[in-house]
């Protein structure tokens, strides 16, 4: 009987240590797990922050190359010395950018005729 209950407690030990040992695999498991995660979610932030750079420089660039800006600033200055009343701004500016546009268009195709 005593060797029964020296072989039982042994066990109950045995049992008792390769759950610890379980529980700190989990736990070992989880925080490396939540470590991923958390690399994971640094990764997509960047590549979020490096996309809107992209994007922003695409926008960037796409204002210099068609002089939008520039139009803008003239309009504006426009709206200004013509005195233009402020209920007419958006049908003035919409106009005047057509008229831009068709001159931008004049002065490109002019200097590809003249390149050809």
Do not use: C, H
């Not at 796409?62 to 009343?85: D, M």
């Not at 919409?94 to 003249?114: P, T, V, Y």
């Amino acid at each position: 009987m005593e060797k029964i209950n020296k072989i039982s407690s042994k066990n109950s030990s045995n049992l008792s240590k390769e759950k610890e040992e379980n529980l700190e695999e989990s736990q070992n498991l989880t925080e490396e797990q939540n470590q991923i995660e958390e690399n994971n979610k640094k990764r997509e932030d960047l590549d979020k922050i490096t996309l809107r750079k992209i994007q922003a420089q695409a926008f960037e660039k796409y204002i210099y190359e068609t002089g939008i800006s520039n139009a803008f600033q003239l309009i504006f200055s426009e709206l200004i010395i013509k005195k233009i009343p402020m209920e007419n701004y958006f049908s003035y500016t919409a106009s005047r950018l057509r008229q831009i546009g068709r001159e931008f268009d004049e002065i490109k195709n002019s200097e590809n005729n003249e390149n050809n």
